[in-house]
């Protein structure tokens, strides 16, 4: 070994090579040292709740994306479908049968059904179809050709809850098959007759599973079933008819490849209107956008819950970081180098982040069963088993948490003579934490995009939580400084005579000013998502129940023809429906804007290609419906110049503002005239709304039918019976089912979130332990010093009652500040409802606080005063 001599320095000797085996069993004992310290707990609770909510959520979404792919063929029916507005082209069936691919076709209409003869009449007298008595309601007749379904199956049953089968084919002819809720509707059974337009057919089977009905608004209603060639013969279908065509395609997929080529080269650049394609990638993607909001919902929630863990983490790691400084300057003197203590906290760090990553896993696992439990008949379809990969994001999510926010605090430890260290002097050391919590935080930030799916919403969540952060940081350094500043003055000391509790507690407040801070934002965090959750629980979920009230409309009356206005508006009104106002409705499709052709194929989203590709339902009236408002623009009101409304939606996803000319084709002729004004329109009141509005003089002349809704009670049902019997022209939806099934998903997501809810809940109380227990150490000296200094018990404990008076009311006024901001965002972005200000909020927030941090300090330092100064000091 060399040796310093007064003209030769020390040379350092040239460094063994690491012994990795050594290293590996120290950290061992140190980890098992540590667990039997409690040191690690707080660290191992945060990081499995982190993982088991990322888990949970990123099993579910695994499952469920494997569940699409496995049965996209089986929820569409083929592996190709051209669909049409208007009977498909024969030359797209040639063709798939010159590729050698199988076909068949579907025609979905809507279409009033009443109750036939009975096959086996009842004792009492029968009516007749046709009757007012008779019971008529709205079914989605679906038409199929031999051959359907050509991938999935059909399952039928000979009665309602009876062993289903397979069917063989489709319906004999002269039968039909139908749903349960049909039968009960109209009061029949299976061999009974039903009237489908001047067609009588039998009913011979129950349908128990129609993979492929997808949910469009005529789907909702009851499903009945019957034989294409049969579909002429009830004199249902005729110019303007809404029929839906479909021709299915399916066989290898090389010759499916092909087809879907010549499909596209025959109708891509607005060569066809009216027609377009759905394949494997679209299979149900009304399922499958049901499906994605909900997940991205679960998803928002588990990404909370690993912010949470992130600040818990962090806050416990700095409290370790305290606690170990002595040992790691004892390892400094006793030769140790920073290789070998960097080696050490890795090695310790790493294990706990695999071993609770994978105790998280396992807990994600049995909770994303319960998820899809809660979620019900959402998912209604027997799911394959995940893959590896949520498992390895949940362990790959463990490493980060703690070596991100964990190791940070460390680093500075290994960096540092062994002198400064045991004088408790970082220096400019420091600088390396904050550098390597940079790295975790962008980490962090590229796994929270990776465990959303999607770079927007985990760009939004992560940019939110690091502002909400820096504001909440900033806010907290600022508060503290004026109030130190205010307790100090002679004004505050001298007029106001504030004690030494106050006075002392400002003062130790701002004598640790980062710790301070770190401790209110933690606290304010953790505070802020359990009054968010309250929130949820509470204003938010019962404000997304409201969006479609109790009396929403749950019957439409459509195709009233002009001259059955006045009659049918008298008659409901003479049945005790006063509020059924009669709209107009032409058809029109969009042909131009500002001069330029509508082609579909120039819009990137499925939506806005979808939309223009379609007839619009265009209406005119002088007066804004009362659920409209006008967010851009003016109301044109009495004005008969050319002008129109659009609604905000469609203009958004289209690309049209005030100012541009939109030209229609109606009937054959066209009509132009600018946009002048923009309105919001509530949906979920299921009231008569419309994409676009005119004034009179220039629809008026056009060929239009009338159209209305209204809220019927059910005891009233025979009043649209009686309607549709005098008038059979008009058809009348019933979507109650519509609402009842909105209301189920509702009530099934929102049981999902609130179980998810419960991670984030014990992820926000260890935010509030770590947050209060981070200076534990601290106060606990000072009090020592206090009572050796000469303090009274009363004095210390008024010291630490307004210590935690003054943390606690101001992290609870940030966090009550910042969930009623966050509320209000989901309200009006997610949630789309009105979310009014809660006044309680405020002071339920800082009476919060105040009880957490002082049940929380008094927890931790109550054993202090019971103690003597002396053995205070010798602990802390």
Same mark, same amino acid.
Request: net charge positive; proline share 6%; with cysteine.
């Given at each position: 070994?060399?040796?310093?001599?007064?003209?030769?320095?020390?040379?350092?000797?040239?460094?063994?090579?690491?012994?990795?085996?050594?290293?590996?069993?120290?950290?061992?004992? =140190?980890?098992?040292?540590?667990?039997?310290?409690?040191?690690?707990?707080?660290?191992?609770?945060?990081?499995?709740? /982190?993982?088991?909510?990322?888990?949970?959520?990123?099993?579910?979404?695994?499952?469920?994306?494997?569940?699409?792919?496995?049965?996209?063929?089986?929820?569409?029916?083929?592996?190709?479908?051209?669909?049409?507005?208007?009977?498909?082209?024969?030359?797209?069936?040639?063709?798939?049968?010159?590729?050698?691919?199988?076909?068949?076709?579907?025609?979905?209409?809507?279409?009033?059904?009443?109750?036939?003869?009975?096959?086996?009449?009842?004792?009492?007298?029968?009516?007749?179809?046709?009757?007012?008595?008779?019971?008529?309601?709205?079914?989605?007749?679906?038409?199929?050709?031999?051959?359907?379904?050509?991938?999935?199956?059909?399952?039928?049953?000979?009665?309602?809850?009876?062993?289903?089968?397979?069917?063989?084919?489709?319906?004999?002819?002269?039968?039909?098959?139908?749903?349960?809720?049909?039968?009960?509707?109209?009061?029949?059974?299976?061999?009974?007759?039903?009237?489908?337009?001047?067609?009588?057919?039998?009913?011979?089977?129950?349908?128990?599973?129609?993979?492929?009905?997808?949910?469009?608004?005529?789907?909702?209603?009851?499903?009945?079933?019957?034989?294409?060639?049969?579909?002429?013969?009830?004199?249902?279908?005729?110019?303007?008819?809404?029929?839906?065509?479909?021709?299915?395609?399916?066989?290898?997929?090389?010759?499916?490849?092909?087809?879907?080529?010549?499909?596209?080269?025959?109708?891509?650049?607005?060569?066809?209107?009216?027609?377009?394609?759905?394949?494997?990638?679209?299979?149900?993607?009304?399922?499958?956008?049901?499906?994605?909001?909900?997940?991205?919902?679960?998803?928002?929630?588990?990404?909370?819950?690993?912010?949470?863990?992130?600040?818990?983490?962090? =806050? /416990?790691?700095?409290?370790?970081?305290?606690?170990?400084?002595?040992?790691?300057?004892?390892?400094?003197?006793?030769?140790?180098?920073?290789?070998?203590?960097?080696?050490?906290?890795?090695?310790?760090?790493?294990?706990?982040?695999?071993?609770?990553?994978?105790?998280?896993?396992?807990?994600?696992?049995?909770?994303?069963?319960?998820?899809?439990?809660?979620?019900?008949?959402?998912?209604?379809?027997?799911?394959?088993?995940?893959?590896?990969?949520?498992?390895?994001?949940?362990?790959?999510?463990?490493?980060?948490?703690?070596?991100?926010?964990?190791?940070?605090?460390?680093?500075?430890?290994?960096?540092?003579?062994?002198?400064?260290?045991?004088?408790?002097?970082?220096?400019?050391?420091?600088?390396?934490?904050?550098?390597?919590?940079?790295?975790?935080?962008?980490?962090?930030?590229?796994?929270?995009?990776?465990?959303?799916?999607?770079?927007?919403?985990?760009?939004?969540?992560?940019?939110?939580?690091?502002?909400?952060?820096?504001?909440?940081?900033?806010?907290?350094?600022?508060?503290?400084?004026?109030? /130190?500043?205010?307790?100090?003055?002679?004004?505050?000391?001298?007029?106001?005579?504030?004690?030494?509790?106050?006075?002392? /507690?400002?003062?130790?407040?701002?004598?640790?000013?980062?710790?301070?801070?770190?401790?209110?934002?933690?606290?304010?965090?953790?505070?802020?998502?359990?009054?968010?959750?309250?929130?949820?629980?509470?204003?938010?979920?019962?404000?997304?129940?409201?969006?479609?009230?109790?009396?929403?409309?749950?019957?439409?009356?459509?195709?009233?023809?002009?001259?059955?206005?006045?009659?049918?508006?008298?008659?409901?009104?003479?049945?005790?429906?006063?509020?059924?106002?009669?709209?107009?409705?032409?058809?029109?499709?969009?042909?131009?804007?500002?001069?330029?052709?509508?082609?579909?194929?120039?819009?990137?989203?499925?939506?806005?290609?979808?939309?223009?590709?379609?007839?619009?339902?265009?209406?005119?009236?002088?007066?804004?419906?009362?659920?409209?408002?006008?967010?851009?623009?003016?109301?044109?009101?009495?004005?008969?110049?050319?002008?129109?409304?659009?609604?905000?939606?469609?203009?958004?996803?289209?690309?049209?503002?005030?100012?541009?000319?939109?030209?229609?084709?109606?009937?054959?002729?066209?009509?132009?005239?600018?946009?002048?004004?923009?309105?919001?329109?509530?949906?979920?009141?299921?009231?008569?709304?419309?994409?676009?509005? =005119?004034?009179?003089?220039?629809?008026?002349?056009?060929?239009?039918?009338?159209?209305?809704?209204?809220?019927?009670?059910?005891?009233?049902?025979?009043?649209?019976?009686?309607?549709?019997?005098?008038?059979?022209?008009?058809?009348?939806?019933?979507?109650?089912?519509?609402?009842?099934?909105?209301?189920?998903?509702?009530?099934?997501?929102?049981?999902?979130?609130?179980?998810?809810?419960?991670?984030?809940?014990?992820?926000?109380?260890?935010?509030?332990?770590?947050?209060?227990?981070?200076?534990?150490?601290?106060?606990?000296?000072?009090?020592?010093?206090?009572?050796?200094?000469?303090?009274?018990?009363?004095?210390?404990?008024?010291?630490?009652?307004?210590?935690?008076?003054?943390?606690?009311?101001?992290?609870?006024? =940030?966090?009550?500040?910042?969930?009623?901001?966050?509320?209000?965002?989901?309200?009006?972005?997610?949630?789309?409802?009105?979310?009014?200000?809660?006044?309680?909020?405020?002071?339920?927030?800082?009476?919060?606080?105040?009880?957490?941090?002082?049940?929380?300090?008094?927890?931790?330092?109550?054993?202090?005063?019971?103690?003597?100064?002396?053995?205070?000091?010798?602990?802390?």
């Amino acid at each position: 070994m060399s040796r310093a001599t007064p003209n030769r320095p020390f040379i350092a000797p040239k460094p063994a090579r690491t012994d990795w085996p050594h290293l590996v069993r120290l950290s061992l004992r =140190m980890t098992a040292r540590d667990w039997r310290a409690g040191e690690l707990t707080m660290l191992l609770l945060a990081l499995v709740l /982190a993982v088991a909510a990322l888990a949970s959520v990123g099993f579910l979404a695994d499952r469920l994306q494997r569940g699409l792919e496995r049965d996209a063929r089986r929820m569409i029916a083929a592996d190709f479908i051209v669909r049409a507005d208007h009977p498909v082209d024969p030359l797209f069936a040639n063709e798939a049968r010159a590729q050698g691919l199988r076909t068949a076709t579907t025609a979905i209409f809507p279409s009033m059904v009443s109750a036939g003869t009975p096959a086996s009449p009842p004792q009492t007298a029968q009516t007749q179809p046709g009757d007012p008595q008779t019971p008529t309601r709205l079914a989605a007749i679906k038409a199929v050709s031999d051959g359907y379904p050509l991938r999935g199956e059909l399952r039928i049953a000979a009665s309602p809850g009876a062993p289903d089968r397979v069917a063989q084919g489709i319906p004999p002819p002269g039968t039909a098959w139908v749903d349960d809720e049909l039968l009960g509707a109209l009061k029949l059974r299976v061999g009974d007759t039903v009237k489908v337009g001047t067609r009588t057919l039998t009913i011979g089977a129950v349908i128990t599973r129609e993979l492929d009905r997808g949910f469009s608004f005529v789907n909702f209603s009851p499903r009945l079933m019957m034989r294409a060639d049969e579909l002429p013969s009830t004199g249902l279908i005729a110019y303007g008819s809404r029929v839906t065509y479909r021709l299915l395609v399916a066989g290898a997929d090389p010759a499916v490849a092909n087809f879907a080529a010549f499909a596209h080269t025959q109708v891509d650049g607005g060569k066809m209107r009216g027609v377009a394609f759905e394949s494997l990638q679209d299979g149900q993607p009304q399922v499958r956008q049901t499906i994605d909001r909900a997940r991205h919902f679960l998803t928002l929630v588990s990404l909370l819950t690993a912010l949470l863990a992130a600040v818990a983490i962090a =806050m /416990a790691a700095h409290r370790y970081t305290r606690r170990h400084l002595d040992g790691c300057a004892s390892l400094r003197c006793l030769g140790a180098s920073q290789r070998t203590l960097r080696a050490l906290f890795v090695l310790e760090f790493a294990g706990l982040g695999i071993a609770g990553g994978a105790v998280g896993v396992a807990l994600g696992y049995a909770g994303h069963l319960a998820l899809l439990a809660l979620l019900g008949s959402l998912i209604d379809v027997a799911l394959p088993y995940p893959g590896p990969l949520p498992a390895v994001e949940g362990i790959a999510a463990g490493l980060v948490l703690l070596l991100g926010f964990a190791l940070p605090p460390l680093l500075p430890l290994t960096h540092v003579p062994p002198v400064r260290v045991l004088r408790r002097e970082w220096g400019d050391e420091g600088r390396t934490a904050w550098a390597a919590y940079g790295v975790g935080i962008v980490l962090f930030a590229a796994l929270l995009v990776l465990a959303a799916g999607e770079l927007k919403l985990g760009g939004i969540v992560a940019g939110g939580f690091a502002a909400g952060l820096l504001v909440f940081a900033g806010l907290a350094r600022l508060a503290l400084w004026g109030a /130190a500043r205010i307790a100090r003055s002679e004004r505050f000391g001298g007029q106001v005579r504030a004690g030494i509790g106050w006075r002392y /507690a400002f003062a130790s407040l701002e004598r640790r000013p980062g710790a301070s801070a770190l401790q209110i934002t933690a606290l304010g965090i953790g505070l802020m998502c359990l009054l968010l959750i309250a929130m949820t629980r509470n204003d938010l979920v019962d404000g997304w129940r409201k969006s479609t009230p109790p009396d929403a409309p749950n019957e439409f009356l459509i195709d009233i023809q002009p001259e059955q206005r006045g009659a049918v508006g008298a008659y409901l009104r003479a049945h005790g429906i006063a509020d059924a106002d009669l709209a107009p409705m032409v058809r029109g499709r969009l042909v131009s804007i500002n001069g330029k052709p509508v082609n579909p194929d120039n819009y990137k989203t499925e939506d806005a290609r979808r939309l223009v590709d379609r007839e619009f339902n265009l209406s005119y009236t002088t007066d804004l419906p009362a659920d409209n408002l006008i967010a851009a623009g003016r109301w044109y009101g009495d004005s008969a110049e050319p002008q129109l409304s659009i609604e905000q939606g469609l203009a958004k996803i289209i690309g049209v503002q005030p100012g541009d000319v939109l030209r229609f084709d109606v009937a054959g002729l066209e009509v132009e005239a600018p946009v002048t004004s923009v309105r919001k329109l509530d949906w979920g009141s299921f009231k008569v709304n419309f994409f676009v509005l =005119m004034p009179p003089p220039l629809l008026r002349d056009f060929p239009a039918t009338f159209i209305t809704s209204f809220h019927l009670p059910g005891a009233q049902r025979d009043t649209v019976d009686g309607l549709v019997a005098k008038y059979p022209n008009v058809t009348a939806i019933d979507i109650a089912p519509i609402l009842a099934q909105i209301q189920r998903v509702l009530e099934q997501v929102i049981g999902a979130v609130q179980f998810l809810f419960l991670f984030t809940l014990a992820a926000g109380v260890l935010v509030l332990y770590a947050a209060l227990a981070g200076t534990r150490d601290e106060r606990m000296r000072e009090s020592a010093l206090l009572r050796a200094l000469g303090a009274s018990h009363r004095q210390v404990r008024a010291v630490q009652v307004a210590e935690f008076v003054a943390v606690g009311a101001l992290a609870g006024l =940030m966090a009550a500040i910042g969930a009623q901001l966050i509320g209000w965002v989901l309200a009006t972005r997610v949630f789309d409802f009105h979310l009014a200000f809660n006044p309680w909020l405020l002071p339920a927030g800082i009476a919060g606080g105040i009880v957490c941090a002082g049940v929380g300090g008094w927890i931790s330092l109550r054993h202090v005063l019971m103690r003597p100064a002396l053995q205070s000091l010798r602990d802390a």
